[in-house]
């Protein structure tokens, strides 16, 4: 798929095996039928468009990018709420972005890599893993609104008992996007 938008409408499903995006174009999974397959879903180049309405898309691990492209040149985007296993695993490689659009809201099981997030509404840790991320975050595109957050599962403090947070925005998404959650 070179440029392209191939639209799947149906359900993928099987009993083992993992999906495997490559190409430059376009994937979307939309429709109303929950895809099944139990492996991995791994978006290598272009992007993926999840649109499903009130079902999964991805059922279980994702995993964006390869970390040998460009920044953002491989893309997950989130256009429906729930496209996303709550309990399974996201990397975000150092090129992979994971959108998740104003308008919706999504879960994942635990989030890693270096990759960047986008979210309006994004909750991790319902897995109960250590959630290694240091991407970028960033609420509604580029503009750090007050709407925006992010739901941290489980938190470890470290030795002294402080929660330690590096962001080129030092203070401010601390204060105003991250949101702790009990078990």
Known sequence: MTNRLV????????????????GLGTLEFAANAANTYPGTTLVQQGNLWLSKTNVLAVPGPLVVGTGSGPANS???????????????????NSDGLLDVVPTT??????????????????TVGSDNTSN???????????????ASWVNLGPVTANNLGA????DAQAGLLPQRFYRFVSP
């Open 132 to 146: 290694v991320f240091s991407g970028p975050i960033f609420g509604l595109g580029t503009s750090l609104a007050p």
């Open 74 to 92: 491989v893309i997950v985007e989130l256009l429906q709420p729930g496209q996303l296993d709550p309990a399974a695993a996201v990397t975000l």
């Open 105 to 122: 809201s999504s879960s994942a099981g635990s989030l890693s890599g270096s990759g960047e997030l986008g979210f309006a509404q994004f």
């Open 7 to 22: 639209v799947l409408n149906g359900r993928l499903s099987g009993t083992s095996g993992s999906l495997t995006k490559t």
């Open 163 to 166: 929660l330690v947070f590096t």
